[in-house]
């Protein structure tokens, strides 16, 4: 069964303190692994697409890497405006819907 | 300029009511999705449309009814609140329904039925 697991839960983070959030997943064929982040009362904000192993991206203090079980958002010197949910998303399932992780929720406090 | 926007944002009802949440995305893309985000923040996939046509039909009750009049827009219909549906309803689209494509979100809709 297609599945994204997403670790930790919740992170806590000072003002700086750079570190990785995890998405470990299971598809039969990936068709793209995307990263998400949602504010809260907001809908989700698209940050990222990957496609292959080995790919990477980056954007701002934000960057994205790819293995063939996991993706790692890493977050360098993070500011509190950084705060949310990050989600973890890959198309998978009987039908090819895009399937959630259950995010990692970031705090990053001054 | 909105891209993907909702209406209402709240919606407070009572059980047995019928009410419909509205889509509209200003992105040009061919496909558009309705999800559940329930209490514990997991989002869902319920409906997928391409080109006013329907492309995925996850397990919902039947009490929910998309409708897309033109592929600018899908709006959902939900006939017999239950307590269970009180949720946030996220619209989103996509350039296309082939894989590998990314989705962009509306603001959501905050369901509450009492």
């Known amino acids: 069964e297609d599945q994204v697991t997403q670790s930790p839960e ?3 983070l ?22 998400y982040r949602q504010d809260p009362g907001k809908g989700p904000e698209f940050l990222f697409t990957l496609y292959s192993a080995g790919e990477e991206k980056e954007k701002e203090r934000l960057k994205a890497t790819l293995t063939k079980k996991e993706s790692f958002l890493h977050i360098t010197a993070p ?5 949310a949910t990050y989600l973890c998303a890959l198309y998978g399932g009987s039908q090819g819907n895009l399937i959630f992780g259950k995010g990692t929720k970031l705090s990053v406090k001054p | 300029d909105t891209a993907v926007s ?3 944002k ?3 009802t009572q059980m047995g009511n019928d009410k419909s949440i509205k889509c509209e995305q200003n992105l040009g893309h061919d496909t558009m999705y309705w999800y559940k985000q329930d209490s514990k923040k997991f989002l869902k996939i319920m409906f997928s449309y ?3 046509e329907l ?11 998309p409708k897309s009049p033109d592929k600018a827009h899908l709006n ?9 549906d009180s949720a946030v309803y996220f619209c989103a689209s996509s350039q296309d329904s082939a894989y590998g494509r990314e989705q962009y979100f509306g603001p959501g809709t905050r369901l509450t039925v009492t």
């Open chain 2, 10 to 12: 709240y919606l407070v």
């Open chain 2, 6 to 8: 909702q209406t209402p």
């Open chain 2, 76 to 84: 959902l219909h939900i006939n017999s609140l239950e307590l269970g």
């Open chain 1, 79 to 83: 500011k509190p405006e950084d705060s």
């Open chain 1, 10 to 12: 919740a992170l806590r």
């Open chain 2, 50 to 52: 391409n080109n006013k």
């Open chain 1, 14 to 35: 000072q003002e700086g303190e750079s570190s990785s959030l995890n998405c470990s997943y299971t598809v039969s064929g990936l068709r793209g692994l995307f990263w």
């Open chain 2, 55 to 65: 492309i995925i039909n996850e397990t919902v009750p039947n009490r929910f009814s």
